[in-house]
């Protein structure tokens, strides 16, 4: 065995018990033993933590622990995504996050029976980002990229993810089915009528279509809600064009 002292950020205070934060603490490890495999041993996952340093010495998290390391973990800072890679894999309980995530036009992969080992095999093999508040998926292997969600409600949990990946920027509202992640087409009105109500037939001209589950939207009072949600999300120096 060898010893190593830990001192954590105050911003990954969720993940430690009272005692252990705010101050370092001296900690036996395994011979073997790595910085990821302390730090996530210790209740942090690895997707949370920013650029470690030994000694002061910036440190990659595969470093094998040396008798009397002194480790500092800070937390993983914001990003800003390039568009290609703002994809992501929700876990069973972030639905609505998923959702709105889709509303933004980004590709989010859900399933409300979808379980860790799957969210770890889309993370891994598409290289999605996770979205999970549970920390245990996180520290999987597969899980290369991901973010621990803190906010309960789905509109924090927007702002939330937004502002960890700085997505405003990459945002293409409307452009992906809320039901099924496929991205939307624009339909002529004469192809989609039969399926109208009288009244949106009556009053609307301007449509899209999913090909894969079949639904029709347009710009009726929920579009108006969402675009408000998504404008406040995104803020006023990053509105995206609208396809429609």
Not at 220 to 230: D, E, P, V
Request: aromatic share 6%; net charge positive; glycine share 6%.
């Amino acid at each position: 065995m060898v010893t190593a002292t830990f001192r954590f950020d105050t911003a990954l205070d969720t993940f430690l018990p009272r005692e252990r934060r705010g101050h370092a603490w001296t900690v036996p490890c395994a011979r073997a033993a790595t910085v990821k495999h302390m730090v996530e041993a210790l209740g942090v996952p690895h997707t949370e933590v920013g650029t470690v340093t030994i000694d002061e010495r910036p440190a990659p998290l595969d470093e094998l622990l040396a008798d009397g390391a002194s480790v500092y973990v800070p937390a993983a800072q914001p990003v800003v995504l390039p568009a290609a890679e703002a994809r992501f894999v929700a876990d069973a309980h972030l639905g609505a996050l998923a959702r709105f995530l889709r509303m933004a036009g980004f590709d989010t992969l859900y399933d409300n029976a979808i379980d860790d080992a799957a969210v770890e095999a889309c993370a891994r093999d598409d290289g999605r980002i996770a979205l999970t508040r549970d920390r245990e998926l996180l520290k999987r292997r597969g899980v290369l990229r991901g973010a621990y969600v803190r906010a309960l409600k789905p509109e924090q949990q927007l702002h939330e993810v937004f502002r960890r990946f700085g997505l405003a920027g990459a945002m293409r509202p409307f452009t992906r089915c809320l039901s099924c992640n496929t991205p939307l087409r624009t339909v002529p009105k004469t192809q989609v009528e039969a399926r109208l109500p009288p009244s949106v037939r009556a009053t609307h001209e301007h449509f899209l279509a999913c090909d894969t589950c079949h639904g029709v939207f347009w710009q009726g009072s929920h579009w108006r809600r969402m675009r408000g949600l998504l404008d406040n999300v995104a803020g006023p120096d990053a509105q995206a064009p609208m396809t429609l």
